[in-house]
Structure formats: structure tokens, C-alpha cells
């Protein structure tokens, strides 16, 4: 006992020596390492005597939403001005930009667009401001589901700002309104112009699509421990079914070439049975030939299973070196109010995080399709938690595509995804 | 071994001692700029390749050694992406060479219009790589592309097949796809070794009666070597360090990950600084190695014709 303390100690101090070498290092390179921030957390009321001017920075403004919340806020405010930035035009290339700026402690952004799976890695770096009495004092309005892709370690590090949850795209004239993944293929099967398109690229969308089946197949990644649980009857279940699906047929194999925008494209081609898509896509095919053919329901059920689903969205993180948090904190105060959830919906297209926006007439006129979509978003579940997150996700959805493109074994695969999601866990 | 024959001032004059020294003065502002933008940023990332980041705490670093490449070596992932990536660029290099030194020999007839011609064949290799990788993704789509269309409507076979969903057609897209984008580069170069065999040699062959194919084979491809082997190392050092094509077009599956995409997943979307810099110098070691073996092997005629030159 006494030997390992000693060890343990000795270690201690070497990688504490080593992290002021690096730290120095990185400095005289420019880079700066991040600081834990153990700050307090922002005072929910700092917003109400706030000034100045914010920034706010994300991805490609798509839908206008972004621009549009900063223009309404600076009017609504009077006292704040808001604009945004846009610092990449990939979701991807915008977390690079957000992590290059909060590694340099730059102050350029008070509040980033953060993707729901940043949230851990952005705070256990300490780049992020502590919003955990904000959120509290929000969290009746907004849905819970979505206010757990805020959290890290019991505290909330962001606001939901907007949601996603996966839907099912149907032609009504050929194809039944699906209630079980296992009816879904097998009406999909039947003819070739029934077929089921989703994301089976090798990316992040693909580990999307088969967490959505995993998790209502009542199987999961990690467990509230944060224990390891894909080696299951489950997972294997799950593959097997999608392999099964890619050769009898139900599903094209060109959809292991698809991302979001490819699959729609496919379907818009009316060849296609099923498509599983965000809710972004329901204005598209609106504008398509396809105008008046398509139903929209939630996710499907695994048979003898329930209904689930893997959120997606966006969150409104303040950074810990914001020269105007007061400021940060009245945008997020708008931004989440009933009132502006509505607009969320109606002028932009997305899904609100506030219940009511779902159920107000103006907001079913303009999105039909709110009931089924706040059901997928309810029963939708966060992914995995994990500093090593984009870890995570690879071992996942390498080793799916490695099943699904028949280079790989279901057995093979769920091993491997295992060991890689162990060793990604014990990262340093 | 001697201290005479290393002591350079054995039979060498003073104005040549004082020459030297000038030569060292004068390359000393070009070496020490080479040191700070190449030594440097490659000195930085072979410090941090024998360091773990961490990436669960901010600011914590251990120093490792050489445990990053162990770590590497020892992957399956990175002999995959070493095999994957030399495959492509032999795949990509011999049929770029082989189809430039023919566009080259085109473009060295005299005709009308020439001047244009030779602008015109090289817009392939102005466009961005990203976008022409797009462009050929988007030709290769099942069922909406161009190429898979034409196919199905000649009857021939691939019409129905995911080109980029299967392995060994996802390497075929990306290899034409690089050949493509490269192959004016080579004709380039090629064109210039062409221009420089004087025509007296060609007058020669004629009158000793040579066929088309005799001096083709005996005067044109061996005066062409130092040209060919340029093009063979700029295109090869290229090739092995592909990144944009595979990540454009296939995200890295069915068999196309590169070194350098590897590299990149480390260090960028896992933050793996450390392991990440070990497979970049990784990378960096295996073009190095493969420029000096080509220049040693293959290079002797650039080194005779830089003799005759001086």
C-alpha cells in the first residue's frame, strides 16, 4: 500500500513538471494551454442590467436562425447588441475553429453554437462558463431530454437552444405508416420501390442511425456508471437485422455512400419506400415532386422493445474567457423564452426545446408534423457521455460499417467496438 | 583516418579559404531562413510526438518517449492505412506517367493552336481537389450519377454497382480521380524534358533510318528519364501524403484511409496531440525514405546531367 502511494505520488509530480514544461512550451508557440475553470456559476439575474455588445459564433447559418435570434434579441433588448459569426462552414470545421479560439483564450466569441456531443469535451477543458443556476432557473420550460445534453459531472455547462430528433419520411401510396423497425424492413422488402434510405456513410450520422435502433432495441453504450455495455445481445441483434435488411433488399446499398444530403436526394427521386431524415428535410421534399406523396411519423419501435431515439441539436454555450457574460446571459434568457421557441419553429424550422411551442396553433400550421416530432424528441436519449466522445463514436461506427459493407463478422465487430470504446475510455 | 586529409587547409590557397568562407555568408541567410520554417514546425511536432496530452484535463502532459510510435507501429490501423496508401500511389504515380508522357508527346507536335492547347490541359490541375472530389462523388452516386447512368444505359457492367460503398471500387474512383486532377502536371513536366533533346539527335535516327517506335524507345525515353523521374518523385511524395480525396469521397472506408488521414483523425477530432504528431513524423519518415531510394536508384541520370551541366 504504502509502495503504491509513494509511486503514485512520484507520478504526480513527474506529469505535473511535465505539464508546466508543456504548458510554457505551448505558450512561447502561441497555442496556451486551456485552465480549469472552477468559477461559480453565472447569476441567473446578471442579464437584466446588461450592456455592451456580444458575439456569437457557430456554424453555417442554413436557416437563418442564427442571425435572425441575434437581430431580434438586439431589438427586443434595447440595451444588448448581438451579431453573429460565422466561424466554419461544417459542423465539423466549426468545432475545430470553437477549439482553436478557447485554446487561445480568445475573447473575440461570448457565446458559441455548441453541437449536443461537444458539451462534455468543451467542459472538462475548462472553456466554459458554469450555467447550472441559469438552467435551473429555466428548466420548467424547457423539455428535460434536452436539457441533459447540457450536463457534465452534475453541472449544466449550457442552455438548449434548439433540438433534433430522427423521423420517418413515407410514401402514403405505397408504404404503411411504420410502428415497429421490424414492420418498417419488412414492407420495405416487399418491393424495390419500397426501400428504406438512411445515413449508413462511415461518419457520425451513421453511429446516429444505429444507436436510434440499439437504444429502443432496449440496448445501450455506456451505462449510467459510464461502464461499457456494447458487448450485448442487443447490439448483435441490431446488426444482424441491418445486414439482413441490406440483403434482402429492404434497404439500397448505396446507402453505405449516404449522408443526410444524399439520402434525400435519393428519395426525392420517388424511388424509395422510407426515409429517415431530421425534420429540416420535411420543408425540402415540400419543394420537391414529392410535394403532397409523404407522410412524417416518429421513430419506430423495436418489436417488443419501445420507441427511443438519439437527440441531436444545438446549445448556447457562454466561453470562459467572455468579456460580457451579463450579456451572454440575457441572449440565452431570449433565446429560450416560449415566445421566441415559437419563432424557432415557425420562422426557421427547427424544433423547439420549450413543450408548448409544440402544440400552438400557429406552430402546427406552419410544421404539421410537431406531434410526431415532439414525440421522437421526448423519447430521444443524449449520446454517449464522454470527454472522449469522438473516441467513442468511431470505434462505433467503424465497426457498424464494417459489418454492414461485409468486411466484418457481427462477432468480430462487437468485440472490437468493445475494446475500442475501453481503451478510448482509459484515454489520459 | 587522418587529421591531414580532413584538414581543409592542405593545399588549399588562401583566396580559396576566403571564397569559402564568403559562400558560407552568403547561403547563411537562405539556410537559417529553411531552419525556421521547416526545421522548426518539424522539431515541434517531433517533441510533441514523445508526449501524451491529455485530454480529459486541461494543460496536463507527460512526457513518453517513444511509446506514441510503439503505439502506432503496433496498430493494425496504421499498417492498413501504409498498405492502402502506397497502393494508391503506385496506382496513381505509373498510370499518371505513363498517360502524361503520351498527352507530352502530343503537345511537342507542331500544330495550329498549341499554345491554347497546352493552357487548356492543365485546368484539371487548377481546380480545388475538394471540389473535383465532390464533382466525381457526385458522378459516381448510385442510381443519380453521371457515370453509373451511362453505364446502365450502354449496357456495361458497374452500372449498378456503389462504386464508393465497395472495396476496391472506392480505390479505382479515387485513384481516377487523382489521375485525372495530376496527370497535366506530369505532361508538364515531361513537355519540358521533351523541349530540351535537340532536333539534330531526331535528324540523325532519321537519316540511319530508325522507325518511329526505334526512336521513340532509344532516343526519346532515355533523354526523357531525368524528366520522368522529376515528375515520378514530385507526384509520388503527393501521393503518399493524399488526404483530401479520401476524406472527400469515402470518409476512409472500404479500404482508402490514408496516412495522413489517420494523422488527422488523431489530431483533430480526438485531440490525440501526441499520438496524432508520432503519425504525422510517421508519414513524414516514409516520404522522406521513398524521395532519397527514388533519387538514389532512379536519380543517377539527374546527377550526370547536373555534371555535364556545371
Not at chain 1, 53 to 65: F, L, P, Q, R, T
Not at chain 1, 144 to 154: I, L, N, W
Not at chain 1, 164 to 193: F, M, S
Not at chain 2, 205 to 229: M, Y
Request: aromatic letters at 10%.
Amino acid at each position: 500500500m504504502k509502495a503504491f502511494i509513494s509511486a503514485g505520488r512520484r507520478r504526480l509530480a513527474l506529469s505535473a513538471a511535465a505539464a508546466v514544461m508543456a504548458g510554457s512550451m505551448l505558450t512561447a508557440c502561441g497555442g496556451g494551454a486551456a485552465t480549469q475553470n472552477n468559477g461559480p456559476a453565472v447569476d441567473p439575474a446578471a442579464g437584466k442590467d446588461a450592456s455592451g455588445s456580444i458575439n456569437v459564433c457557430g456554424g453555417k447559418d442554413a436557416s437563418g436562425i442564427y442571425k435572425g435570434t441575434a437581430e431580434a434579441f438586439t431589438k427586443a433588448n434595447g440595451k444588448v447588441t448581438a451579431k453573429y459569426t460565422e466561424i466554419g462552414a461544417t459542423t465539423d470545421e466549426a468545432r475545430t475553429q470553437a477549439v482553436q479560439r478557447l485554446e487561445g483564450k480568445s475573447d473575440e466569441c461570448d457565446i458559441f453554437l455548441t453541437d449536443v456531443i461537444w458539451t462534455s469535451e468543451f467542459a472538462s477543458q475548462g472553456w466554459l462558463v458554469d450555467q447550472s443556476k441559469l438552467v435551473e432557473a429555466n428548466k420548467d420550460r424547457l423539455i428535460p431530454s434536452t436539457v441533459e445534453t447540457t450536463k457534465y459531472e452534475d453541472k449544466y455547462w449550457a442552455s438548449p437552444f434548439f433540438t433534433n430528433a430522427g423521423l420517418i419520411y413515407y410514401q402514403k401510396d405505397k408504404v404503411a405508416k411504420p410502428e415497429t423497425w421490424q414492420q418498417l424492413y419488412a414492407e420495405a422488402a416487399k418491393a424495390p420501390g419500397n426501400s428504406f434510405v438512411y445515413q449508413g456513410k462511415q461518419y457520425e450520422g451513421l453511429t446516429v442511425n444505429f444507436l436510434e435502433m440499439l437504444y429502443s432495441a432496449g440496448g445501450e453504450v455506456l451505462d449510467s456508471n459510464g461502464e461499457v455495455k456494447i458487448d450485448s445481445p442487443q447490439t448483435r441483434e441490431v446488426l444482424d437485422f441491418m445486414v439482413k435488411g441490406l440483403k434482402d433488399g429492404s434497404a439500397d446499398r448505396a446507402v453505405l455512400t449516404y449522408n443526410e444530403d444524399p439520402a434525400r436526394l435519393a428519395y426525392e427521386s420517388g424511388e424509395d419506400g422510407y426515409q429517415r431524415n431530421w425534420p429540416h428535410v420535411y420543408r425540402l421534399l415540400n419543394e420537391s415532386a414529392l410535394k403532397g406523396t409523404f407522410g412524417v411519423a416518429p421513430l419506430p419501435t423495436w418489436e417488443g422493445g419501445k420507441a427511443s431515439g438519439v437527440l441531436g441539436g444545438w446549445n448556447l454555450a457562454i466561453s470562459a474567457h467572455s468579456k460580457n457574460q451579463a450579456g451572454a446571459v440575457a441572449f440565452i434568457d431570449f433565446a429560450t423564452t416560449p415566445e421566441w421557441q415559437k419563432h424557432v419553429a415557425m420562422d426557421f424550422s427547427q424544433a423547439p426545446v420549450n413543450e408548448a411551442a409544440y402544440s400552438d396553433p400557429v406552430v402546427l400550421a406552419k410544421m404539421p408534423f410537431a406531434k410526431e416530432l415532439l414525440a421522437s424528441v421526448k423519447g430521444a436519449k443524449p449520446r454517449p457521455i464522454s470527454p472522449v466522445y469522438p473516441q467513442i463514436s468511431q470505434a462505433v461506427y467503424k465497426n457498424v460499417y464494417a459489418v454492414l459493407s461485409g468486411t466484418a463478422s457481427t462477432e468480430d465487430a462487437v468485440k472490437n467496438m468493445a475494446e475500442e470504446i475501453t481503451a478510448a475510455k482509459k484515454s489520459f | 583516418m587522418s587529421i591531414k586529409s580532413l584538414s581543409p587547409g592542405r593545399g588549399v590557397s588562401a583566396r580559396d579559404r576566403a571564397e569559402r568562407r564568403l559562400a558560407i555568408r552568403m547561403t547563411a541567410p537562405s539556410l537559417i531562413l529553411m531552419a525556421l520554417v521547416a526545421a522548426v514546425p518539424i522539431g515541434y511536432a517531433l517533441w510533441l510526438s514523445l508526449n501524451q496530452y491529455s485530454v480529459r484535463t486541461a494543460g496536463l502532459s507527460r512526457f513518453v518517449g517513444l511509446e506514441n510510435y510503439i503505439t502506432a507501429l503496433a496498430s493494425q490501423e496504421w499498417w492498413a492505412a501504409f498498405g492502402q496508401t502506397f497502393l494508391f500511389a503506385a496506382l496513381s504515380v505509373s498510370l499518371e506517367l505513363v498517360l502524361g508522357t503520351a498527352m507530352a508527346l502530343l503537345l511537342n507536335l507542331a500544330f495550329k493552336g498549341r499554345a491554347l492547347l497546352r493552357t487548356v490541359v492543365l485546368l484539371p490541375y487548377a481546380i480545388v481537389t475538394v471540389v473535383s472530389a465532390i464533382t466525381w462523388q457526385t458522378m459516381f452516386q448510385p442510381n443519380l450519377g453521371l457515370v453509373t447512368n451511362v453505364l446502365s444505359a450502354l449496357g456495361l457492367p458497374g452500372g449498378d454497382v456503389v462504386w464508393l460503398g465497395e472495396h476496391g471500387y472506392a480505390m479505382a474512383v479515387i485513384v481516377l480521380a487523382d489521375v485525372w486532377k495530376t496527370t497535366p502536371f506530369a505532361a508538364l513536366i515531361i513537355l519540358a524534358g521533351l523541349q530540351v533533346i535537340s532536333a539534330e539527335t531526331y535528324e540523325a535516327a532519321e537519316l540511319d533510318g530508325a522507325s518511329k517506335w526505334q526512336t521513340f524507345v532509344h532516343i526519346t525515353l532515355p533523354l526523357l528519364r531525368p524528366a520522368i523521374v522529376l515528375a515520378a518523385i514530385f507526384r509520388t511524395m503527393d501521393a503518399l501524403r493524399v488526404f483530401d480525396l479520401p476524406f472527400v469521397l469515402t470518409r476512409g472506408a472500404n479500404g482508402t484511409e490514408s496516412m495522413s488521414m489517420l494523422a488527422y483523425t488523431q489530431l483533430r477530432e480526438n485531440r490525440l496531440v501526441g499520438e496524432g504528431s508520432a503519425l504525422s513524423i510517421l508519414t513524414f519518415l516514409t516520404v522522406m525514405v521513398v524521395s532519397v531510394v527514388y533519387i538514389r536508384f532512379a536519380g543517377g541520370n539527374i546527377r550526370e546531367v547536373a555534371k555535364e551541366e556545371q
